[in-house]
């Protein structure tokens, strides 16, 4: 029997906590998480807006520091670790690579519809161009098939991808979901496969866990799980967890557990919990992120956030497509209404 | 000048814009498609090009060019990469090209609001189906109020965005800020497309977002729905879902349906723009003089 696989741990606290701060992290908050996280052995750590480079806006918030300014504070605190950003074409366009490549970025994942891998083309094309590491992420992946997602990925790869990350972006998965997924995945591409997890139904760690088991060799995680709604995977769990099964990460993990509670003291106003809202979503398979305008759109329109998510799920709404909860809550309104 | 003119047009790209452009052609009583010119022969938008009656070329520009035909105005529906080259070869033939690319190099018109000076050039660029979309509204709210800020998102039906589109995403972007920027005299501009693989595909959407001091209700929504009637005499299926003000800003949401032929339902995003390009196209016929040869 082989020994267990090296796992590499992505952290994206700086970048996918945002969600649950409205984008609000300041500097000194992302210098100090990420010299712990560097300290601590983390390989990788992810830095920006919630929804990537270029993306601060109206639509989904505008962000506290600019894209340059999260960067270059992030890029200044590691010494170690190797520094990620992600990038969503339509939104951030190739003049956001320059700069972020120019910051020092070492890994620019572009991230697109988990059916929609040939918008990844230019980007990563033009990240290998720019001499960074590209890898490709498919979002809301439980949306399509996992013999799909075994055709998307292959594209990705061939448009230059050195890694590829589906994105169970709304804690939708159990265990068997995602060994089927990255099992058909590592079948059908020769470049290293990444999970990313969230935790609506509390399976995050276990579906992280599986992925691993199935053929992936990098998993996201947070600190506490800091991310929209329920969270992520818990990344302090997650190591402790991948040790047990003898994977190693190179993590040290009582530094790690120590940038955990630095990350819960200073980062977030409390640690994630599955209330029932993040339920809902992740039952309905809608994006975590909506849960603060879905929150906010039933308040307005005097309609249960449940059924806000359902109609969401059920029109098989997409993170970008904010603009419809609005439209939802008030359409909802009028049905009651109208009965 | 008689109402008669008839100008010879060719299409570069036999895409799904290509093609509606023909079958547009075919109603105008202005416009004679003489020639479709695709990448590659035995292509399905040649054969249907072909089908609706129209001779068509593989070989793109080149192909054009050897023709032996000489053409009152070139459609470019093929992508923003190519299309610099395509005016650079076309200038010197006296031919009016209309970029349905999203290129930033030529005039850029949007019929409802400068349409009539689209005879005046002799390159012109529509900018994108967003921009085409938005700018009429845009616009019409900047004639009266100042604006801090806007910001607009559209989503596009995933099965009605081509290659060459997700291709040139940057340019889409860039290029429809750069248009609203100059279209409302206002300096920060954020522009975001989605793709949306929703099922059914849903119509094309606009989401227009301005910050201005000082908006109402009622004034915002006479002028949103004054901006919306007039984009209707030319794209039918243009409706605004939603206009609201709160605080110091202005929300407006639009969707775009088709309404006529081979364009399934939520292809608005092509509407848009081919109901602009043939508009275009028109107003050169409609001059009051020979366009300079």
């Given at each position: 029997?082989?020994?267990?696989?090296?796992?590499?741990?992505?952290?994206?606290?700086?970048?996918?906590?945002?969600?649950?701060?409205?984008?609000?992290?300041?500097?000194?908050?992302?210098?100090?998480?990420?010299?712990?996280?560097?300290?601590?052995?983390?390989?990788?750590?992810?830095?920006?807006?919630?929804?990537?480079l270029g993306a601060s806006s109206l639509q989904v918030g505008h962000g506290?520091?600019?894209?340059?300014?999260?960067?270059?504070?992030?890029?200044?605190?590691?010494?170690?670790?190797?520094?990620?950003?992600?990038?969503?074409?339509?939104?951030?366009?190739?003049?956001?690579?320059?700069?972020?490549?120019?910051?020092?970025?070492?890994?620019?994942?572009v991230a697109a519809h988990c059916t929609e891998a040939t918008v990844t083309e230019r980007h990563l094309g033009v990240i290998r161009e720019l001499g960074a590491e590209a890898h490709g992420v498919l979002l809301m992946s439980h949306m399509t098939s996992p013999g799909d997602l075994a055709e998307q990925c292959p594209l990705m790869a061939g448009y230059g991808a050195q890694a590829v990350c589906v994105f169970d972006s709304a804690g939708h998965y159990l265990p068997a979901d995602v060994t089927e997924r990255i099992t058909a995945i590592t079948?059908?591409?020769?470049?290293?496969?990444?999970?990313?997890?969230?935790?609506?139904?509390?399976?995050?760690?276990?579906?992280?866990?599986?992925?691993?088991?199935?053929?992936?060799?990098?998993?996201?995680?947070?600190?506490?799980?800091?991310?929209?709604?329920?969270?992520?995977?818990?990344?302090?769990?997650?190591?402790?967890?991948?040790?047990?099964?003898?994977h190693r990460t190179g993590i040290d993990l009582r530094r790690l557990a120590d940038a955990a509670d630095l990350a819960e003291k200073t980062l977030m106003p409390a640690p994630p919990v599955i209330d029932s809202t993040s339920l809902a979503s992740g039952l309905a398979g809608v994006f975590s992120g909506f849960k603060r305008p879905v929150l906010a759109a039933a308040e307005q329109e005097g309609v249960h956030p449940w059924d806000i998510f359902a109609e969401l799920g059920r029109r098989r709404a997409i993170a970008g497509q904010e603009d419809l909860i609005p439209d939802v809550a008030r359409t909802l309104a009028e049905q009651r209404a109208s009965r | 000048m008689p109402a008669n003119t008839v100008l010879n047009t060719a299409v570069l790209g036999s895409g799904l814009l290509g093609l509606d452009l023909v079958e547009?052609?075919?109603?105008?009583?202005?416009?004679?498609?003489?020639?479709?010119v695709g990448r590659t022969r035995h292509s399905r938008g040649l054969?249907?090009?072909?089908?609706?009656?129209?001779?068509?070329?593989?070989?793109?520009?080149?192909?054009?060019?050897?023709?032996?035909?000489?053409?009152?105005?070139?459609?470019?529906?093929?992508?923003?990469?190519?299309?610099?080259?395509?005016?650079?070869?076309?200038a010197g033939t006296g031919a009016v090209l209309i970029d349905l690319t999203p290129t930033r190099s030529s005039a850029l018109i949007v019929p409802t609001v400068n349409g009539t000076q689209a005879a005046e050039h002799q390159h012109i660029g529509l900018i994108s189906c967003g921009g085409q979309a938005a700018i009429p509204v845009l616009h019409a709210l900047a004639q009266h109020y100042r604006p801090q800020y806007v910001e607009m998102v559209a989503t596009a039906a995933s099965v009605s965005v081509g290659r060459a589109s997700r291709l040139n995403l940057d340019q889409y972007v860039e290029t429809t800020q750069g248009a609203i920027r100059q279209?409302?005299?206002?300096?920060?501009?954020?522009?975001?497309?989605?793709?949306?693989?929703?099922?059914?595909?849903?119509?094309?959407?606009?989401?227009?977002?301005?910050?201005?001091?000082?908006?109402?209700q009622n004034p915002v929504s006479t002028i949103v729905e004054t901006a919306a009637t007039a984009m209707r005499t030319m794209v039918p299926g243009y409706r605004v879902t939603s206009c609201t003000v709160t605080d110091d800003i202005i929300r407006v949401i639009a969707e775009v349906t088709t309404t006529r032929g081979r364009m399934p339902v939520h292809?608005?995003?092509l509407e848009v723009l081919s109901a602009a390009a043939i508009h275009t196209a028109e107003q050169h016929a409609l001059a009051p003089k020979e366009i300079a040869r």
């Open positions: 029997m082989t020994a267990p696989a090296q796992v590499t741990v992505h952290d994206p606290t700086l970048r996918d906590g945002q969600h649950a701060v409205r984008h609000q992290l300041d500097r000194e908050q992302i210098r100090a998480y990420a010299a712990a996280v560097d300290a601590a052995g983390v390989p990788v750590v992810e830095v920006g807006h919630g929804n990537g506290r520091l600019s894209d340059d300014e999260m960067l270059a504070t992030a890029r200044e605190a590691l010494t170690r670790s190797r520094l990620a950003a992600l990038m969503l074409p339509g939104w951030a366009t190739t003049a956001d690579l320059h700069t972020a490549i120019r910051h020092g970025v070492d890994i620019v994942r079948a059908a591409v020769h470049v290293p496969v990444a999970f990313h997890g969230h935790n609506n139904l509390g399976m995050a760690v276990a579906n992280s866990v599986a992925a691993v088991q199935a053929g992936a060799r990098t998993i996201d995680a947070c600190a506490r799980g800091f991310g929209a709604g329920a969270g992520n995977t818990q990344l302090e769990v997650l190591v402790a967890v991948l040790e047990r099964y003898g | 547009r052609m075919r109603h105008s009583p202005h416009l004679n498609c003489r020639l479709v054969d249907q090009a072909a089908g609706l009656g129209c001779a068509t070329a593989a070989g793109g520009v080149t192909a054009l060019l050897g023709s032996g035909q000489s053409f009152d105005i070139v459609f470019d529906a093929t992508n923003a990469f190519e299309h610099p080259e395509h005016w650079g070869r076309l279209f409302t005299r206002t300096p920060a501009v954020k522009t975001m497309l989605n793709i949306s693989a929703a099922t059914p595909p849903q119509p094309f959407r606009i989401t227009m977002t301005m910050v201005a001091p000082g908006v109402e292809a608005g995003n």
